[in-house]
T-cell receptor, first 115, second 116 residues
Framework: GAVVSQHPSRVICKSGTSVKIECRSL??????MFWYRQFPKQSLMLMAT?????????EQGVEKDKFLINHASLTLSTLTVTSAHPEDSSFYICSAGTGGKQPQHFGDGTRLSIL | GENVEQHPSTLSVQEGDSAVIKCTYSDSASNYFPWYKQELGKGPQLIIDIRSNVGEKKDQRIAVTLNKTAKHFSLHITETQPEDSAVYFCAASPASSSGGSYIPTFGRGTSLIVHP
């Protein structure tokens, strides 16, 4: 149980385009979803936390207009990287939690490469 | 905020040996300590966790210990196998003020290499 599906697994696109990444909880309802960014050989850095039906809470230093998060249902959250530039290239990982002081469950990540 | 230190950054062992990864944390309010295994190109997978009311927990070849007084916790893998090779992250999290999911602070990771 507790499967989180993330799509796409890899994206390569030109600078200036916007990219949308989907995160779905397949067999449970996720009251909260989290978005992380991970640089090579680095740890996971939390970007934002989103609760279904409300605005996301962004960590300090993360531009909310750059990284748009939508959590429209209890099983789907999306991260849109707007006007992406090469410095946005990274590994983006989502996770989902059921609340009730339970651990997060992670998706398999999206490798974003901006040319 | 919480600060989690993890050592070593790289650990190389022979198949069958034991591997130990150690972490320290700074926030005495942290009471949940998960360990994640991340294989190349994949997201982290929870392999074991421990809560502050327990000093030790074991699951087959994996065990975790927690010393709340010293604010450190460790992952022990016995009889290592090549498929154990991955990056391991420790994390620490305080209880959620809203009763929601834990939001852990991660260590920097340990790259474990098990040689056949």
């Amino acid at each position: 149980g507790a499967v989180v599906s993330q799509h796409p697994s890899r994206v390569i696109c030109k600078s200036g385009t916007s990219v949308k990444i989907e995160c779905r909880s397949l067999d449970f309802q996720a009251t909260t979803m989290f978005w992380y960014r991970q640089f090579p050989k680095q740890s996971l850095m939390l970007m934002a936390t989103s609760n279904e039906g409300s605005k996301a809470t962004y960590e300090q230093g993360v531009e909310k207009d750059k990284f748009l998060i939508n959590h429209a249902s209890l099983t789907l959250s999306t991260l849109t990287v707007t006007s992406a530039h090469p410095e946005d290239s990274s590994f983006y990982i989502c996770s989902a939690g059921t609340g009730g002081k339970q651990p997060q469950h992670f998706g398999d990540g999206t490798r974003l490469s901006i040319l | 905020g919480e600060n989690v230190e993890q050592h070593p950054s790289t650990l190389s062992v022979q198949e069958g040996d034991s591997a130990v990864i150690k972490c320290t944390y700074s926030d005495s309010a942290s009471n949940y300590f998960p360990w994640y295994k991340q294989e190349l190109g994949k997201g982290p997978q929870l392999i074991i966790d421990i809560r502050s009311n327990v000093g030790e927990k074991k699951d087959q070849r994996i065990a975790v210990t927690l010393n709340k007084t010293a604010k450190h916790f460790s992952l022990h893998i016995t009889e290592t196998q090549p498929e154990d090779s991955a990056v391991y992250f420790c994390a620490a999290s305080p209880a959620s003020s809203s009763g929601g999911s834990y939001i852990p602070t991660f260590g920097r990771g340990t790259s474990l290499i098990v040689h056949p």
